[in-house]
């Protein structure tokens, strides 16, 4: 059989040292790494002006653990810019932390552990009917005959799809769009519908004429032919 290890993360955490708890340090870390391509400028009170390697500009209020890049307004951990001006400022970004991150909360959110019960064979017995499931009905409308697929799946049937092939308008005869979003005028669609017959009408009677001349055969030819 498996040994059961009896430590779990509250143990763990008990003999931890730091203030914060363990991943949340690891992000810290790398926002710490991050500073080194950051400068910051003191721009009076709790305040700094950061710059990083991007061209990026962005605001920090130490005060307020707030940056304009909003990392640490959202995650409660200093971003890279709050950092590098905690770093200006002679303060630990480890303090700076939000509370809900501290190994003192977590301690707390485990301290009531759950306590083991017996299975469903030792529960009481009532004189209640068992709570049974609802009976199943059948849902208004036709039935389905095939399963949801998958996004990208082929479909069951015969007929294919249109993936993959452009969309072209049947009024201005361009691609992009059908004719139920056509904004082109009237005008200029039958200008470019014209334009297409001619085009289609002058294919046809080139086609018709190379194939012509690729059957046809001088009437001398013939006569030689009879005659052999």
């Not at 190994?103 to 009532?126: D, E, I, Q």
Request: proline fraction near 6%; charge should be positive; include cysteine.
């Amino acid at each position: 059989m498996p040994s059961i290890d009896s430590t779990d993360s509250s143990d763990l955490m008990a003999n931890f040292e730091s203030r914060i708890c363990p991943q949340i340090i690891k992000k810290l870390n790398h926002s710490i790494e991050a500073t080194k391509f950051c400068k910051s400028t003191w721009t009076g009170a709790d305040e700094c002006e950061v710059r990083d390697i991007d061209g990026g500009q962005w605001v920090v209020d130490i005060a307020k653990k707030t940056c304009s890049c909003r990392r640490w307004d959202l995650s409660g951990i200093p971003c890279s810019h709050g950092c590098q001006s905690l770093f200006a400022m002679n303060l630990n970004p480890e303090e700076m932390v939000h509370e809900c991150y501290s190994k003192v909360v977590y301690m707390k959110a485990y301290a009531n552990m759950l306590k083991p019960m017996r299975g469903s064979l030792y529960w009481p017995h009532t004189p209640y009917p068992d709570i049974l499931p609802p009976k199943a009905r059948s849902m208004p409308g036709r039935p389905k005959k095939h399963r949801k697929r998958e996004q990208g799946e082929p479909g069951a049937g015969v007929k294919l799809g249109k993936k993959g092939i452009r969309m072209r308008c049947s009024l201005c005869l361009m691609y992009g769009h059908n004719k139920s979003t056509c904004l082109t005028s009237k005008e200029e669609c039958d200008e470019r519908q014209r334009q297409e017959a001619e085009a289609k009408k002058a294919q046809a009677a080139a086609a018709k004429a190379q194939a012509t001349e690729k059957v046809f055969i001088p009437f001398f030819k013939l006569r030689q032919k009879k005659s052999c």
